[in-house]
C-alpha cells in the first residue's frame, strides 16, 4: 500500500504516448488487485472491495479485458465468501463478457465458476450444474496464447472450483472427490493447498472423522507457516464439524492443537 502510494500514484499522473500509458495502468492495476487479494485474504474486506474496485477502474483505463475479467472474478470470489452471493453471481456475469472479449477461454472459464459458487451460495443446484458445465466447456478449449497470469488454472484448479461449490451444496462425497483431486496441484500454491486440504478434511468430518484430522493435521502443518485469516476460518470451519466426534482420542488431540491457533 506505502508503496502504491508513494511510487504508483505519481506515475499514474504523468503524461504518455497512449501504448506506454495502457502498460502503465495495467501493471497499476495489476498490483492494484494483488493488494486487494492480499487484503482480502487478512478479511479486512473493506479494505479489499477498495483496491479491488481501484484495479478493475485502472484496468478499463488501460482497456485490459482480460484483466478486467480477472478483478471482477477476484470481487466474485469474495462476495460468495463474505455471503453475498447474488451479488457474486451479478459479478461473475459480468467478468465473462470481459472475459470472452478478452479471447481466453480459460478465463471465461473462470468467471463461469465463480457464477457457480455464487449460486451454489444461493443452495440452487440447477444453476450451479449450468455454471458448471459451461465452465468445464470452456476450459477444455483451446486458449490461444494464454497469459501469463493464467498459468495457476488447471485440472486442479478447477477441480477445487468444483470442490466449492458441491461443499456450498451440502454435498460431501462430491466435495471430497474433487477435493481430493484438487491436490494434485503445483506445490509453489502452498496456501491454495492448504485451503484445499480443510476444504477435504471438512467433508469428511462427519462420517470419518479419523480420516478428517488426518489431513486437517497436514493442513495444520501448513497453517502455523501462514499469515492467513482465511485459512483460519477455514479450520473454524472444520472444528465445528468435528464438534460431534470430540470423544475420540484423535479428534481432541486435533482439536487441542487447532485451538492454538482458532481460540473459541
Known amino acids: 500500500m506505502q508503496y502504491l502510494d508513494a511510487n504508483v500514484a505519481p506515475l499514474l499522473r504523468g503524461t504518455y504516448k497512449e501504448e506506454v500509458g495502457r502498460d502503465l495502468f495495467s501493471a497499476a ?9 492480499m487484503a482480502y485474504d487478512c478479511e479486512e474486506h473493506g479494505l479489499a472491495q477498495r483496491y479491488l474496485i481501484q484495479a478493475l ?21 469474495q462476495a460468495t465468501y463474505i455471503g453475498r452471493s447474488a451479488e457474486a453471481v451479478d459479478l ?9 472479449r478478452s479471447g481466453h477461454p480459460a478465463l471465461a472459464a473462470e468467471c463461469h465458476l465463480i457464477e457457480a459458487h455464487g449460486h451454489a451460495g444461493l ?31 488447471d485440472h486442479a484448479y478447477l477441480a477445487a472450483k ?14 471430497a472427490a474433487y477435493a481430493a483431486q484438487s491436490l494434485k496441484m503445483n506445490t509453489d500454491y ?16 462427519t462420517d470419518e472423522p479419523e480420516e478428517a484430522v488426518r489431513v486437517g493435521g497436514m493442513a495444520l502443518d501448513l497453517v502455523e507457516g501462514l499469515q492467513s485469516q482465511r485459512a483460519l476460518s477455514y479450520l473454524r470451519r472444520l472444528r465445528h464439524r468435528l464438534r460431534p466426534h470430540e470423544g475420540l482420542p484423535t479428534v481432541e488431540e486435533f482439536t ?9
Not at 57 to 77: F, K, N, P, V, Y
Not at 190 to 205: E, I, P
Open 29 to 37: 492495476a495489476e498490483l492494484t488487485k494483488t493488494v486487494g487479494w
Open 57 to 77: 477502474r485502472m484496468a478499463q483505463t488501460a482497456g485490459d479485458d482480460g484483466l478486467c475479467a480477472e478483478i471482477l472474478a477476484a470481487m466474485g470470489h
Open 92 to 100: 461473475a456475469r459480468a467478468a465473462q463478457s470481459a472475459a470472452h
Open 123 to 153: 443452495s440452487d443446484p440447477r444453476a450451479t450444474s449450468r455454471s458448471l458445465r459451461a465452465g468445464v466447456k470452456a476450459f477444455e478449449a483451446d486458449a490461444p496464447d494464454p497469459p501469463e497470469w493464467l498459468a495457476y488454472f
Open 162 to 175: 468444483v470442490a466449492h461449490c458441491f461443499l456450498a451444496l451440502g454435498n460431501d462425497s462430491q466435495t
Open 190 to 205: 502452498v496456501r491454495g493447498k492448504t485451503f484445499n486440504l480443510l476444504m477435504l478434511a471438512t467433508a469428511r468430518a
Open 256 to 264: 487441542t492443537r487447532a485451538e492454538e491457533l482458532t481460540p473459541r
